[in-house]
């Protein structure tokens, strides 16, 4: 069987549609009208073209376009006219009862006064426990009140869609899609009727892709919590290390003050020593003393100085800065000149390029001093007669380049893998605590978005600072 549904504009638009459709087997044939007499002319018309149709007219003033629904019956099917009710009805009881929707039929009361099997075997009740009921004694709580809502609401012809839940015999929840149609019998009777598709499989898919939605949803929010947790320790984590790395460079940096701080001590005490003698001579003139005083004001204002340098390289700052990277690798070499030349240790500074860097200049000279505190070590260590560290800034394309080398014999090959692990270390614990390295390349690479690199050349080691510049 097919069906055809035509919204009648005209008789030659009706005959054209029967035509193009091939309704020339037997027909059921429902009009919808509100014009009693154009029912009548097109039912006429039908049965001109296919005497085969069997034809019911539905009128309803609420009804505002002529509609008709076609039914293709098998050819061997025997309804010829309207006198064949037995027939007809018998087909469309077969219909009913063996399709797998369940259905009822509503008296104008909304008692239920018929029902198909499957409806029976859908809620578990047999027709018998069905009939002469409502339909709210099988429809869930919660859908009722939307049910007997509608029900107030219909006058006339009209049809429905409702996704509904009803309750079976047994007490479990039946999803369907329910599809109801009230309209007026040829005794004016307002009759109810609906076909039920049972959804609850699908219904429990999508319940348990809602369910599973929302373990995903909380999944993501435990672990988004868990990831801010961790983000949280290692930032901690990184915080102590960085700690760490600051407080053994301190201690390095002390060395180089108590070596900054030797000779203008040395020279004070022979001043001091001086004016001693020459007043016990009987030779301390204003002169002398002057000069004295002169000498040690001019020592003591270099040590003061000293203290400065020191005490701004380790202010730590979180606000980035513009700077210079040759006033950087200057202030640096300052510091540490005194260490280096007590071990004969000759530093060469070529700037071939200065660059403007935007970032945090005490934390690029922390990472300058780890640098260049292993590269005097590793000189110390090889033993050489000479000693020496070059340093090179330069450009390269949008990039500054600083690169410290020295010709300490480089790092072996089967631990220059290792050397930014965070407590990795080759000297004794007592006199290093692998994170000076592993800090620079968390300070260049993190902090200043650049790259820091090592590899071996000729004589020792190279290691390539690469810095985006600042724009102009």
Known sequence: ???????????????????????????????????????????????????????????????????????????????VNKTHHKEYEELYAGIINTTTE??????????IIDANYSLCVMLGYSKDEIIGRLPFDFI??????????????????????????????????????????TMHDQHGNKMTYAFMTDISARKKIEDDLIRRKEEIKQLNSSLESR???EVEKNRQKDHMMYQ???????????????????QPLNIMALVMQDIYISDQLGSLTSKKIADSYEKSNN?????????????????????????????AVDSVCALVSTNLNHNNIECNINIKQDSLILGCSNEFKQVLVNIMNNAQEAIQSNGGEEKLINIIVQRKGSNALVKISDNGGGISQDIIAKVYDPYFTTKNQTQGTGL????????????????????????????????????V
């Not at 073209?49 to 609420?62: C, E, F, G, K, Y």
């Not at 369940?102 to 008692?111: N, R, S």
């Not at 107030?152 to 999803?175: C, P």
């Not at 204002?301 to 006033?327: A, P, V």
Request: net charge negative; proline share 2%.
């Open 1 to 79: 069987m097919k069906q055809f549904s035509h919204t009648y504009l005209d008789t030659g638009n009706l005959i054209e549609f029967m035509n193009n459709s091939e309704l020339t087997t037997p027909l059921l044939v429902h009009i919808f009208s509100s014009d009693m007499d154009l029912s009548e002319n097109i039912s006429r018309e039908i049965q001109s073209v296919n005497a085969n149709a069997t034809i019911t007219l539905l009128h309803s003033d609420a009804i505002d376009a002529t509609d008709i629904q076609f039914t293709t019956l098998p050819e061997h099917t025997q309804i």
């Open 102 to 111: 369940g259905f009822w039929l509503l008296a104008p009361d909304l008692t």
């Open 140 to 181: 869930d709580n919660k859908d009722q009140e939307l049910c007997r809502s509608q029900a107030d609401l219909i006058d006339d012809v009209s049809s429905r869609t409702y996704e509904l839940v009803f309750m079976t015999k047994n007490g479990a929840q039946l999803h369907t899609i329910t599809n109801a149609t």
């Open 227 to 229: 990831i801010r947790q």
């Open 244 to 262: 760490q790395s600051r407080l053994a460079s301190m201690g390095e940096m002390i060395g180089n003050i108590a070596h900054q701080w030797r």
């Open 299 to 327: 020592l003591l204002q270099y040590m003061s100085q000293t203290i400065d340098d020191f005490r701004n390289f380790f202010k730590h700052s979180d606000s980035k800065e513009e700077f210079s990277l040759k006033d």
């Open 436 to 471: 000076g390295l592993y800090m620079s390349k968390q300070i260049i690479e993190n902090i200043m978005c650049g790259s820091l690199s090592v590899k071996n050349k000729a004589k020792g080691a190279e290691f390539t600072i690469e810095l985006p510049i600042k724009d």
